[in-house]
């Protein structure tokens, strides 16, 4: 099942290390089969007040999406993320296609 790695980040420092992070983690999600669904981008507000980016990464499965985090190319380009923008950052699985709102009720 798919599963997404998603950002929430906020004071977002910009200069050369977010650079080289930005020009770094294409390389590091090929191998894993990741690519980016969202990646920032201009909002269309409709509730509540979401404050910085929203970034999603989708992977084939979680074992891949683990993988990826754990990888020594990307723990290598972690720290210039980490040390110029405040957020969180998790592993969700996706649903089946005919996923329905009153499954979660199960």
């Known amino acids: 099942m798919t599963c997404y790695a998603i950002g ?3 004071e977002i420092e910009m ?3 977010i650079v080289a992070y930005l020009e770094g ?8 089969d990741g690519r980016f669904i969202i990646h920032g981008g201009e909002k269309h507000q409709l509730e509540g007040a979401f404050q910085g980016d ?3 990464i989708a992977f ?3 074992v891949r999406a683990e993988a990826w985090y754990a990888s020594p190319a990307y723990r290598t380009i972690l720290p ?8 969180e950052v998790f592993l969700i699985e996706g649903v089946e296609a005919d996923h329905k709102a009153t499954d979660v009720l199960s």
Do not use: E, Q
């Open 8 to 10: 929430h980040l906020r």
């Open 60 to 62: 084939p499965d979680r």
């Open 54 to 56: 929203l970034i999603a």
């Open 15 to 17: 200069g050369p290390d």
């Open 25 to 32: 983690i294409d390389a590091t999600l090929a191998p894993f």
């Open 80 to 87: 210039l993320r980490l040390n110029k923008a405040v957020g």
